[in-house]
């Protein structure tokens, strides 16, 4: 792969527009960004503000009229907007108000959530994008550029006329390495937050950079977006889980280390990372310290939590692993998230990091009507057994349009269709697990005594007591509950007065960041 | 600007920043656990960076080379060698050596 190579000056006379609310990461976008700009498109996106908290509020008028204006400005030949399922409702207002406005201007959304729901989505605008979708917008866009056929366009549902055309995804892209790297150019980049505008790649104000080594997952968990994908992809005879090659990654990273004034961590973003076989490891093991030799986190399934390979990659930069839990049981594992229990494996690990220091964070899920106490008690004990210290990644359990569980929730009766994410909310709302959210004494009990688990000051033994005790305590929850609000409160002093010594928490930090979150809150 | 007034400025500043603290900490402990990685990386209190100075200039200007991993002159080559054979599956390791039933 050459480096000297560069983008194409546009060459079409078809500028496309793309936009994107509440999600300055959205990588998707900018892989479609410049996948079309290798095809001679002049391509812009615009980001509707920032997600840094829970309360994702409708933009304001004057920031969706910004985006108008900026729309008007380019006259894209299209207009394309991707999003997940609790947007849903944003989305769909900012989308009228587009097509309001511009009627005449043709509008595609992508996204999992028009993946996952289409016959709803696609009564809303001129043209879906089902699945994965380099490939399919620049077909889309070279067909409306000819003034050909697009209601034949694999991956593409149009609405023309009043008739829908539903086309079937091609094959999944196999070679990876076919894929530009994403745009993250700042001149083509618009960034819409508290009433003004930046023309910037608004991703670079972080020193993090999220790459993707690889697509899909080999695994299926069934509350997962990866079963909706499988359900769209079911052809059998070909990688779901694919892997760019170690050359491609690199490339990319010398592009990021680059563009990327305060770059200070890579975060391999996978569903799955680091499963590509021995060979591919080897070499990423030996060229990336090398070549890039920056740290990075990523996700590791339990059976790649062995010394020798952690020992490899910790060698080669990593500093942060994030793990699966989901739940200890393994009837809940298996019968309601459709995963095998790993727990051997990460108590293994756990053991093992002792030595390797890392900093670890298992993945838990939380508010799981399905779950019964049994199932939260072994989750409880297995938090409790595990070596200190952690973190945890709380989820609190939600139904996405054309999950697994979801479709089988629905089936059986078990869930109320208007919690379904699209028409509900929550997945946003609970995005960052909030206390204060309301959950039965029961679940409340169980959180409290997770985060007392994950807590290294809290004795063991106070904690088991509690568990021995839960059937009082689970009728007298509140002061629990707040003992372990208390405890979240004296890490956070702790970590605050950690950073301030180290230097690495300033006053300036904490005016900036209150005042961003201020700004977004209003 | 007076001595006084400009200790009473002073102070009120660092009250309001101790406040601005006591804001983020109170946040932070009402949502236990890890904020996911895009939210830790504007987090000063989980290390992450929320940026340059707040009047920072759009930096459209940076040059940034974005060079094109490959052209796409063909379509992409088809690789049809199946998905269930992941290595990691073959051994006998507490349980995920099993394809998930959904996979299998």
Same mark, same amino acid.
């Given at each position: 792969?050459?480096?000297?190579?560069?983008?194409?000056?546009?060459?079409? #006379?078809?500028?496309?527009?793309?936009?994107?609310?509440?999600?300055?990461?959205?990588?998707?976008?900018?892989?479609?960004?410049?996948?079309?700009?290798?095809?001679?498109?002049?391509?812009?996106?615009?980001?509707?503000?920032?997600?840094?908290?829970?309360?994702?509020?409708?933009?304001?008028?004057?920031?969706?009229?910004?985006?108008?204006?900026?729309?008007?400005?380019?006259?894209?030949?299209?207009?394309?907007?991707?999003?997940?399922?609790?947007?849903?409702?944003?989305?769909?207002?900012?989308?009228?108000?587009?097509?309001?406005?511009?009627?005449?201007?043709?509008?595609?959304?992508?996204?999992?959530?028009?993946?996952?729901?289409?016959?709803?989505?696609?009564?809303?605008?001129?043209?879906?994008?089902?699945?994965?979708?380099?490939?399919?917008?620049?077909?889309? +866009?070279?067909?409306?550029?000819?003034?050909?056929?697009?209601?034949?366009?694999?991956?593409?549902?149009?609405?023309?006329?009043?008739?829908?055309? @539903?086309?079937?995804?091609?094959?999944?892209?196999?070679?990876? #390495?076919?894929?530009?790297?994403?745009?993250?150019? #700042?001149?083509?980049?618009?960034?819409?937050?508290?009433?003004?505008?930046?023309?910037?790649?608004?991703?670079?104000?972080?020193?993090?950079?999220?790459?993707?080594?690889? $697509?899909?997952?080999?695994?299926?968990?069934?509350? +997962?977006?990866?079963?909706?994908?499988?359900?769209?992809?079911?052809?059998?005879?070909?990688?779901?889980?694919?892997?760019?090659?170690?050359?491609?990654?690199?490339?990319?990273?010398?592009?990021?280390?680059?563009?990327?004034?305060?770059?200070?961590?890579?975060?391999?973003?996978?569903?799955?990372?680091?499963?590509?076989?021995?060979?591919?490891?080897?070499?990423?093991?030996?060229?990336?310290?090398?070549?890039?030799?920056?740290?990075?986190? +990523?996700?590791?399934?339990?059976?790649?939590?062995?010394?020798?390979?952690?020992?490899?990659?910790?060698?080669?930069?990593?500093?942060?692993?994030?793990?699966?839990?989901?739940?200890?049981?393994?009837?809940?594992?298996?019968?309601?998230?459709?995963?095998?229990?790993?727990?051997?494996?990460?108590?293994?690990?756990?053991?093992?990091?002792?030595?390797?220091?890392?900093?670890?964070?298992?993945?838990?899920?939380?508010?799981?009507?399905?779950?019964?106490?049994?199932?939260?008690?072994?989750?409880?004990?297995?938090?409790?057994?595990?070596?200190?210290?952690?973190?945890?990644?709380?989820?609190?359990?939600?139904?996405?349009? &054309?999950?697994?569980?979801?479709?089988? @929730?629905?089936?059986?009766?078990?869930?109320?269709?208007?919690?379904?994410?699209?028409?509900?909310?929550?997945?946003?709302?609970?995005?960052?697990?909030?206390?204060?959210?309301?959950?039965?004494?029961?679940?409340?009990?169980?959180?409290?005594?997770? +985060?007392?688990?994950?807590?290294?000051?809290?004795?063991?033994?106070?904690?088991?007591?509690?568990?021995?005790?839960?059937?009082?305590?689970?009728?007298?929850?509140?002061?629990?509950?707040?003992?372990?609000?208390?405890?979240?409160?004296?890490?956070?002093?702790?970590?605050?007065?950690?950073?301030?010594?180290?230097?690495?928490?300033?006053?300036?930090?904490?005016?900036?960041?209150?005042?961003?979150?201020?700004?977004?809150?209003? | 600007?007076?001595?006084?007034?400009?200790?009473?400025?002073?102070?009120?500043?660092?009250?309001?920043?101790?406040?601005?603290?006591?804001?983020?900490?109170?946040?932070?402990?009402?949502?236990? &656990? $890890?904020?996911?990685?895009?939210?830790?990386?504007?987090?000063?209190?989980?290390?992450?960076?929320?940026?340059?100075?707040? #009047?920072?200039?759009?930096?459209?200007?940076?040059?940034?080379?974005?060079?094109?991993?490959?052209?796409?002159?063909?379509?992409?080559?088809?690789?049809?060698?199946?998905?269930?054979?992941?290595?990691?599956?073959?051994?006998?390791?507490?349980?995920?050596?099993?394809?998930?039933?959904?996979?299998?």
């Amino acid at each position: 792969m050459s480096m000297e190579e560069q983008i194409q000056v546009p060459s079409k #006379d078809f500028p496309v527009v793309l936009l994107t609310i509440y999600s300055v990461e959205n990588a998707g976008i900018r892989y479609i960004s410049s996948a079309l700009q290798r095809e001679g498109f002049d391509t812009s996106i615009i980001f509707l503000r920032d997600w840094v908290h829970n309360n994702l509020a409708m933009p304001t008028d004057h920031e969706i009229e910004i985006a108008l204006e900026l729309i008007a400005a380019k006259k894209p030949k299209l207009i394309g907007l991707g999003f997940m399922s609790s947007l849903y409702p944003i989305a769909s207002e900012v989308s009228r108000r587009i097509k309001e406005r511009y009627p005449d201007i043709p509008m595609v959304w992508g996204g999992i959530h028009p993946t996952s729901d289409p016959e709803n989505c696609i009564k809303e605008v001129d043209y879906l994008c089902v699945g994965e979708g380099e490939l399919a917008a620049v077909d889309l +866009c070279n067909a409306l550029h000819t003034h050909a056929d697009t209601t034949n366009i694999p991956n593409i549902w149009a609405r023309k006329d009043g008739e829908i055309f @539903s086309n079937g995804p091609r094959p999944l892209l196999q070679e990876l #390495d076919w894929l530009p790297y994403p745009d993250i150019r #700042d001149e083509n980049k618009y960034y819409i937050e508290g009433g003004k505008y930046t023309i910037e790649e608004p991703w670079k104000r972080t020193a993090e950079y999220r790459i993707y080594f690889s $697509r899909g997952c080999p695994y299926n968990c069934s509350y +997962c977006y990866v079963s909706i994908l499988r359900d769209v992809y079911e052809e059998k005879g070909r990688k779901f889980y694919r892997a760019r090659s170690v050359e491609h990654i690199l490339g990319e990273l010398e592009m990021a280390r680059k563009a990327f004034p305060k770059l200070a961590r890579v975060k391999v973003d996978d569903d799955t990372s680091f499963a590509f076989g021995d060979a591919w490891m080897d070499e990423f093991l030996e060229r990336y310290p090398k070549e890039v030799g920056i740290p990075f986190e +990523c996700l590791l399934i339990p059976p790649m939590l062995r010394p020798d390979m952690l020992r490899r990659l910790v060698d080669a930069g990593l500093v942060r692993v994030q793990t699966g839990i989901e739940s200890a049981s393994a009837k809940e594992s298996k019968e309601i998230h459709n995963r095998s229990p790993g727990n051997r494996s990460i108590m293994n690990f756990a053991e093992y990091n002792k030595e390797l220091k890392l900093n670890i964070v298992y993945d838990v899920i939380i508010d799981n009507p399905h779950a019964t106490e049994d199932m939260k008690l072994e989750t409880a004990e297995f938090l409790l057994d595990l070596p200190r210290p952690y973190d945890i990644y709380f989820y609190s359990l939600n139904y996405f349009p &054309g999950t697994s569980l979801t479709k089988q @929730s629905l089936e059986d009766g078990s869930l109320d269709p208007n919690l379904v994410e699209g028409k509900a909310t929550k997945a946003w709302r609970q995005f960052r697990v909030s206390m204060d959210w309301p959950r039965s004494d029961e679940d409340k009990f169980y959180l409290a005594i997770y +985060c007392l688990a994950s807590k290294s000051f809290v004795p063991r033994s106070f904690i088991r007591n509690l568990i021995d005790n839960r059937e009082h305590w689970k009728q007298n929850v509140e002061p629990i509950f707040y003992l372990a609000w208390t405890a979240n409160y004296i890490k956070m002093f702790n970590v605050a007065y950690r950073y301030f010594r180290a230097g690495e928490l300033t006053w300036f930090k904490v005016r900036q960041y209150a005042s961003l979150r201020k700004l977004i809150s209003q | 600007m007076g001595l006084r007034a400009r200790i009473k400025a002073k102070i009120k500043e660092k009250i309001k920043d101790a406040r601005s603290l006591m804001a983020i900490v109170h946040e932070e402990a009402n949502h236990p &656990g $890890r904020p996911q990685p895009h939210m830790a990386a504007r987090n000063p209190l989980w290390g992450g960076e929320t940026g340059g100075k707040s #009047d920072d200039k759009p930096a459209s200007n940076t040059e940034v080379t974005q060079p094109a991993a490959k052209k796409s002159t063909s379509e992409p080559k088809e690789e049809l060698d199946g998905d269930n054979d992941f290595w990691y599956l073959r051994g006998d390791d507490e349980g995920w050596s099993d394809p998930n039933p959904g996979q299998s």
